[in-house]
């Protein structure tokens, strides 16, 4: 199937209707930098709870973590991003522009009419020179080389640091997990597609530390579970795959590696989410032996000591928004209307407001009606009220956002302290007296 790019659409809508900004628009913006604005935040936070419920809530192999930003260096070194963190850059004397020299088939020179970078005859290329994706800034009053400090490109080694600090104090026995959503930094070459790639992001990671011996069981099992929790998102199944890594694409650490990828639609289709890996046990014995300290573990029944494997669970929150958006968006003739309407289909449980209360006219009482139902609700749920303009334009406002209910007080509810409430997908309409509203939404939303 060919699903159609409806980015830049949608990169309107989230603007319009209050979802993501540009990042100081009205200084110009930020390079590929996006703020979340009212509705925005509450999807995303929701897509963060859901993790944080299906990753640590509801397990007890599997603790919470929130470290810090700021490390100390030498933490990059052990891993490896001082020295590996790098992409090859081309420059272009002639457009100006840089490119990364492994892309260079996806990137289009600055010259108009576009071509890719090096076509052009009077192109020169010069040759590709490492850069660090990592930004760096001072830590303390001396900007000197002596106080660096990086902003972390990943959540990872936060977790791997604390190993111990994790198992001893919470008692943990192997297997069992850390878990932590949190920023990250990366001063990408090539960023863009809107929240797809940018330079600070939201990563949600669970390291999994395991006996070696059986890290290809516990591969395959997060596997499943990590493709499951995708598709309790609402992501249309077929839009949603496997690619596992070549051995040109593993990552120097890693024993084995799988992508959750997405199909974004149009050009970008395919385009990875979420990472799975086996990284055996490089990161633990790389700290150990730049901090001096034993990360090991005692399996007190086996009478055996040993370094642990790792197996990783790693998926951007900004990117799997953007997949929830782009799944979820869909225009549609409404039958018996002659304007369409634009439709974000998004799951109820992750939709930003769940039900809209509207007063059909602004006689009769009708508003201050509804906006007792809608305070009444307000505890329970996020929701909006709104009385201006016509039903239609309401019931489309609230369809282009993706509010799954909206809720309308006409000429009879007072009379029958009943309302009408409206299905955003089926568009059926149920009449429900009003003390029964809160629990008619509590079953629909739990379906
Ligand atoms: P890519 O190849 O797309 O740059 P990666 O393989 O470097 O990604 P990982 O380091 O495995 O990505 O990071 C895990 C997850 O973090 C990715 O699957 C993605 O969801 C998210 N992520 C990584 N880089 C970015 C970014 N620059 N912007 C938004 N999300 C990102």
Redesign the pocket.
Known sequence: MNYPDVMEKLVSLCKRRGYIFQSSEIYGGTG?VWDYGPLGVELKKNIKDRWWHAMVRSRDDVEGLDAAILMNPRVWEASGHVAGFVDPLVDCRACKGRFRADKLEDARCLRKPSKHPGEFADCQLTEPRQFNLMFKTFMGAVEETAATVYLR??TAQGIFVNFLNVQQSMRKKVPFGIAQIGK?F?N?IT?GNF?????E???M?MQFFVDPDKSSEWFDYWKGERMAWHRSLGLTEARLEFHQHTPAEL?HYAKAAF??QFDFGGTLGF?????V?NRGDFDLKQHTEFSGKKLEYFDQAANRRYIPWVVET???????TLAVLVNAYREESVPGEDEGRVVLGIDPALAPIKAAVFPLTKKDGQPDMAHAIADGLRPQFPVDYDESGSIGKRYRRQDEVGTPFCITVDSESAADNSVTVRDRDTLAQDRVSTGEIARYLGDRLAR
């Not at 929240?195 to 330079?199: A, S």
């Open positions: 590929s490109p990943e990250a990366r990408e960023p929240i797809f790639r940018t330079r992001f939201e990563q990671e990552a992508d959750v385009q990875e989410i979420e990472g890996h790693s998926v951007g929150a900004d990117r799997v």
